[in-house]
C-alpha cells in the first residue's frame, strides 16, 4: 500500500522550510507536498485527478487563509464550490490555518467548505505537536470512500 500524502500550501518561503525540516526530522513516515500558492496547487490536483487513480490525490490539503494570489477562502470555492470543480478532489478534507481567528474568518471558512480551522502556531514546537496531530487524524485516522462523487 502507498504512503497516503498530505498537502500543504502555504506562502511564506521561512514557514514553508520549517514545515519541510519538521517533516524530514520528525515525520519521516508521512508523504508531504508543500506548495507556494493556490496556482501549484491547482495545477498539481488537475493533473492527478486525469490519472482516475484515488491514491495519487491526497489525503488532506492544509491551506493558508492570508496569501497574496488566491486568499484561503478562494482556494476551498475552487476545490469545493465551482461549477467546474473536479468532484472528486472536492471531497479531499481542507483544513485552513491561520492566524487571524476572527469570527469572520472562520465563518467565511466553513461556508466554504473548510473540514477544518485551525490557528497557525508561531513556534517550533507547536508547530510540531498540530502536524503530528493532523498527520495521526487526516492522515492515518480519516477513511474516505474510494471512488466517492459528489451528486
Known amino acids: 500500500m502507498e504512503m497516503k500524502e498530505l498537502i500543504i500550501v502555504d506562502n511564506d518561503p521561512d514557514h514553508r522550510y520549517l514545515l519541510r525540516q519538521i ?39 492544509i491551506v493558508d487563509c492570508l496569501m497574496p494570489y488566491y486568499r484561503g477562502t478562494e482556494v476551498l ?29 472562520v465563518s467565511a471558512c466553513y461556508a466554504a467548505g473548510a473540514a477544518a480551522f485551525v490557528k497557525k502556531p508561531i513556534n517550533f514546537i507547536d508547530i510540531k505537536d498540530l502536524l503530528v496531530l493532523m498527520c495521526q487524524f487526516w492522515v492515518d485516522a480519516n477513511i474516505r470512500p474510494a471512488g466517492m462523487t459528489l451528486v
Open 77 to 105: 470555492y475552487m476545490l469545493k464550490g465551482h461549477p467546474e470543480r473536479d468532484l472528486r478532489v472536492a471531497t479531499i478534507p481542507v483544513i485552513m490555518m491561520s492566524n487571524d481567528r476572527s469570527e469572520k474568518m
Open 23 to 61: 517533516f524530514i526530522n520528525y515525520l519521516p513516515e508521512y508523504r508531504v507536498t508543500i506548495l507556494d500558492g493556490g496556482e501549484e496547487l491547482f495545477k498539481l490536483l488537475k493533473e492527478r485527478a486525469q490519472s482516475q487513480v484515488d491514491d495519487d490525490l491526497p489525503a488532506a490539503i
